[in-house]
T-cell receptor
């Protein structure tokens, strides 16, 4: 059974700092990994999707990497802003297109 | 703009009552999903549908029912058999037919259900 872990559960950083969020998964037989952002009381917004054959994806200040063999992904946020404050979730798609979500990292960027 | 619309945003249910959550998408996606989100837990899959008139149980289907009569719509009914229905419910869609592995998932804005 696939398990997805995100550590830490919460993170607080000063504005302007570069930061890394971690996602690990137990079964490396995945099709893709997707990073989402969730604001309080809202749905999930897709940030980046990395296919299993890719090593990284970039969108603006966000960069996501994938090391499938070690079961790890990182989301790098450059020059963090208060508007980046949210919960970040990762999700992996495995066999039978089953998607498993992590429990998320709650990020607070302090002005 | 294409997207997924969930309604209502907030819903209150009395004990023993059935309630239906709406999910509509105009993305022309084949596959649709319902997830439940509880504090401190990851999203858990309730039901999914890869094609019209067909749907499958997810990990926590007990006490829930769905229908998929139209490609655009995938309503979820929370029945009185669901003993702990208070949660945040999220609907999602993907292109399906294996293409979700290429294009990922799109989510609605959610419905918060509270038992009163």
């Amino acid at each position: 059974k696939q398990e997805v872990t995100q550590i830490p559960a919460a993170l607080s950083v000063p504005e302007g700092e570069n930061l890394v969020l971690n996602c690990s998964f137990t079964d490396s037989a995945i099709y893709n990994l997707q990073w989402f952002r969730q604001d309080p009381g809202k749905g999930l917004t897709s940030l980046l999707l990395i296919q299993s054959s890719q090593r990284e994806q970039t969108s603006g200040r966000l960069n996501a990497s994938l090391d499938k063999s070690s079961g790890r992904s990182t989301l790098y946020i450059a020059a963090s802003q208060p508007g980046d404050s949210a919960t970040y979730l990762c999700a992996v798609t495995g066999g039978y297109q089953k998607v498993t979500f992590g429990t998320g990292t709650k990020l607070q960027v302090i002005p | 703009d294409g997207g997924i619309t969930q309604s209502p945003k907030y819903l209150f249910r009395k004990e023993g009552q059935n309630v239906t959550l709406s999910c509509e998408q105009n993305l022309n996606h084949d596959a649709m999903y319902w997830y439940r989100q509880d504090p401190g837990q990851g999203l858990r899959l309730i039901y999914y549908s890869h094609i019209v008139n067909d749907f499958q149980k997810g990990d926590i289907a007990e006490g829930y029912s769905v229908s998929r009569e139209k490609k655009e719509s995938f309503p979820l009914t929370v029945t009185s058999a669901q003993k702990n229905p208070t949660a945040f419910y999220l609907c999602a869609s993907s292109m399906g037919q294996g293409r979700s592995t290429l294009y990922g998932y799109t989510f609605g804005s959610g419905t918060r259900l509270t038992v009163v």
